[in-house]
């Protein structure tokens, strides 16, 4: 048994799925996850080649950037009802297709005016892509005896390094920006379509009592604020870590890019070893753990200004912050009277509006006052969740398992 916080209800178990049709889900949810993020981390390989294929300044390329994550944050809500409506099996197929279709529409564009639209509509599927795999992936985990969502997300990460890795490859090779893009595509749809028939099917969404409700809309508005703030942290690694090895740490031209290369080994270290910690200590105790970690790591990367101790400070972040999001989407799945799907888009929206606002969060601090005092931003986001967000949240996480 789980001993679980009021309020909270206990995963649901799906009696006719057996142990082998559970398995065959996880594997498939995996891959759903792997392809995603090799997907994603395609466009990011061809970020340059888009600028320098229609000439844009830094700040035009930050508009076409804007509009991938403008266009996610738009189709949240309508895709969170979606998924709900057809089913995250259903979903993750057809969202699967169109984010594959999506990828070879960018790099096919001949004209900035009509890439635009296509970055719109890219960020879109994507959208709908995360949303149905994560309400799959909730399915899974209510199914298993054992957490699996952090690994998946784990999945996600393996997958973004790479498609990076494929990418950097295909561009050395002299492999055409399109033809990279096509052969991503098909894998990608080829993976939609081959999980779909083993994907389990969504548990009901069973009615309940008003106060029943009122609770979880309080928890979702609580669980977006914890995602902004913890993605607040996230993005600004992803686009502060490697300028502050160059300019803070002042590491060798060698090191520079290990920063970006320290948090993300972090962030997939610590998802394929999330769901152990989750069985061991619950959800909450897990938050609370990971955040104070992700403190500890960027206070040592600022006490210590050096190249050797803001890579280990990175990486202690990446650890820190690689169970925050899985965290969430969990606890969300699990309140009683909202759609899973409905319920993880919620939260996942927040979580973009973080993502997109930390780096610039970071580097309006950085103009006014310094790098370090930018970042210190990211140690009082990881503070505050270790202090007050964890505890504030608690009676929505389930308590450890004994």
Request: positive net charge.
């Amino acid at each position: 048994m789980s001993e679980s916080s009021p309020g909270v209800s206990s995963p649901p178990t799906v009696s006719n799925a057996s142990p082998g049709r559970v398995a065959r889900a996880t594997r498939g949810t995996m891959a759903l996850f792997f392809v995603n993020g090799a997907t994603f981390a395609t466009w990011g390989v061809h970020i340059p080649t888009i600028k320098a294929r229609f000439g844009l300044s830094d700040a035009m390329l930050s508009f076409a950037m804007l509009a991938v994550a403008g266009g996610a944050i738009a189709a949240m809500g309508p895709v969170g009802r979606w998924v709900a409506r057809v089913g995250s099996a259903r979903a993750s197929m057809a969202s699967g297709l169109a984010y594959a279709l999506a990828t070879v529409t960018i790099l096919a564009m001949p004209d900035f005016r009509l890439l635009l639209p296509a970055l719109l509509a890219f960020g879109m599927a994507n959208a709908a892509f995360d949303v149905g795999m994560n309400a799959q992936a909730a399915t899974v985990e209510a199914s298993r005896t054992r957490p699996v969502m952090s690994a998946l997300h784990g999945m996600f990460s393996l997958g973004g390094m790479t498609g990076a890795a494929f990418g950097g490859l295909m561009l050395s090779l002299g492999v055409p920006p399109l033809v990279h893009a096509a052969m991503m595509a098909g894998l990608t749809a080829a993976v939609a379509l081959g999980t779909a028939p083993g994907l389990l099917a969504d548990h009901p969404v069973l009615p309940s009592a008003g106060h029943h409700r009122d609770h979880a809309v309080r928890a979702l508005w609580l669980l977006g604020l914890l995602a902004f703030l913890g993605l607040i942290g996230e993005g600004a690694m992803y686009d502060w870590s490697s300028v502050y090895m160059r300019d803070v740490a002042v590491a060798p031209a060698g090191w520079i890019s290990f920063g970006y290369a320290a948090f993300s080994g972090g962030m997939a270290c610590g998802r394929f070893g999330g769901d152990r910690l989750r069985a061991r200590w619950g959800e909450a105790g897990t938050l609370t753990a990971s955040a104070w970690l992700g403190f500890a790591g960027i206070v040592l990367a600022l006490a210590m200004p050096v190249p050797v101790a803001a890579l280990v400070g990175f990486s202690m972040m990446g650890l820190g912050a690689a169970n925050m999001v899985p965290i969430f989407f969990v606890v969300a799945s699990r309140l009683p009277g909202v759609a899973p799907a409905e319920a993880i888009a919620r939260v996942a929206r927040f979580a973009y509006l973080g993502l997109l606002l930390g780096p610039v969060l970071i580097g309006g601090v950085a103009h006014l006052a310094s790098l370090r005092a930018g970042l210190a931003v990211v140690a009082l986001t990881m503070g505050w969740i270790a202090l007050a967000g964890a505890r504030s949240a608690r009676r929505y996480l389930p308590a450890r398992k004994g």
